[in-house]
């Protein structure tokens, strides 16, 4: 007969929810999102205020070094952060565990019993939990951290470096090969369209509605890149004019 550890195996296996892509999909959707958008708005800007065509893709290709750069290094830092913090709680956790096991093992009982179990199964519970992993009972439990949900700043600045770069070459390619007089239209529309699809890819992935994800993401990527070309549009006409 196979033991329950091996049974519970089984059902992890047969139940794989979404909770475990958070970390990468997070940090490559916002990557991919920001490519796109932050690239599409500044050729869109730099061609409003009657750049030559070569110069627009010269500052496309800038954008998307220097975006990629900063999403990875920027990533890296906050998710750095966030692993830096998650390490001391689990050393001082791991300290309290050396001096009041006890008072740890009552605190993991509290915890139980407010989660709705009896104080007679809590108390076993919390202690078949210790028994056989204390520091990790305590740091899903009463920390909120585990394997799934761990910061990785690597992972999280590689995917959102990778993303960034991925994205921008969509707007930046169209741009390169659109005609100057139908640079502005076509690079608008097809990062339009470009974001729409993101947000409805990232929006299955997550298990969200699929056209709402697609509609929030063309809505805040219209706004921007109008905003953008506007400004760009205003600054080159008064350039222009002195």
Known sequence: MASNAAVARIVLQRERHRTGRVGWLRAAVMGADDG???????VLGVAAAHATHNNVVIAGVAGLVAGAMSMAAGE?????????????????E????????????????????????DPALAKQVAGQLMAHDALGAHARDELGISASLRARPIQAASASAGSFAVGAVMPLAVAAIAPEAFLIPLVA?????FLAVLGGLAARAGGARVTLGAMRVAFW?????SA???IGALFGTVAIGT
Do not use: C, F, P, W
């Open 36 to 42: 796109i958008l932050s690239t599409a708005s500044l």
């Open 76 to 92: 890296y830092v906050s998710v750095h952060s966030q692993a830096d913090t998650e390490q001391a709680d689990l050393e001082l």
């Open 94 to 117: 791991r300290a309290e565990l050396k001096t009041d096991e006890e008072g740890e093992r009552r605190e993991l009982m509290a915890i139980y019993v407010e989660r709705g179990l």
């Open 189 to 193: 529309g097809t990062s339009l369209l």
């Open 221 to 225: 990527g219209a706004l921007a890149m």
């Open 228 to 230: 953008t070309a506007g």
